[in-house]
């Protein structure tokens, strides 16, 4: 009788292991609003008026850019809130309401649409 119940119970931890789904671990997403190219300024004495009505250096000019769709593999660094350059590349990314502090961080970059809210989606680690 033992030996019946001990079979049941092993059945029963296969059956149920076999139906359990196996998802990517994925801590955040982040929404891309959009892709910048960056181009460095002819004139380092280059100035910037801002919205707010001071006049600043300017670093790095970026210029709105468009991907093929696919889904990429790439190193992202926090540049400021809401912008992420790609290491190894001149391209920056825009993205929405996204709090993650990547310094080098290898992320899933999914590229979906060139129009609307969202144009693709940030996953990382």
Same mark, same amino acid.
């Given at each position: 009788?033992?030996?019946?119940?001990? @079979?049941?119970?092993?059945? $029963?931890? +296969?059956?149920? !292991?076999?139906?359990?789904?196996?998802? @990517?671990?994925?801590?955040?997403?982040?929404?891309?609003?959009?892709? &910048?190219? =960056?181009?460095?300024?002819?004139?380092?004495? !280059?100035?910037?008026?801002?919205?707010? %009505?001071?006049?600043?250096?300017?670093?790095? +000019?970026?210029?709105?850019?468009?991907?093929?769709?696919?889904? #990429?593999?790439?190193?992202? $660094?926090?540049? =400021?809130?809401?912008? #992420?350059?790609?290491? %190894?590349?001149? @391209? *920056?990314?825009?993205?929405? *309401?996204?709090?993650?502090?990547?310094?080098?961080?290898?992320?899933?970059?999914?590229?979906?649409?060139?129009? %609307? &809210? =969202?144009? %693709?989606?940030?996953?990382?680690?």
């Amino acid at each position: 009788m033992k030996t019946v119940s001990y @079979l049941l119970l092993i059945m $029963t931890m +296969i059956i149920t !292991t076999s139906f359990t789904s196996k998802k @990517l671990t994925v801590s955040n997403t982040c929404d891309i609003s959009n892709f &910048y190219k =960056a181009v460095e300024p002819n004139d380092r004495d !280059t100035k910037v008026l801002t919205s707010s %009505g001071d006049i600043e250096d300017i670093d790095v +000019i970026l210029v709105p850019t468009k991907l093929n769709i696919d889904t #990429y593999k790439v190193n992202l $660094t926090r540049k =400021a809130s809401n912008l #992420y350059k790609v290491e %190894g590349t001149d @391209l *920056y990314i825009e993205t929405k *309401y996204c709090y993650e502090y990547a310094t080098y961080q290898e992320v899933i970059l999914k590229f979906t649409s060139s129009y %609307g &809210y =969202a144009k %693709g989606t940030l996953y990382f680690n």
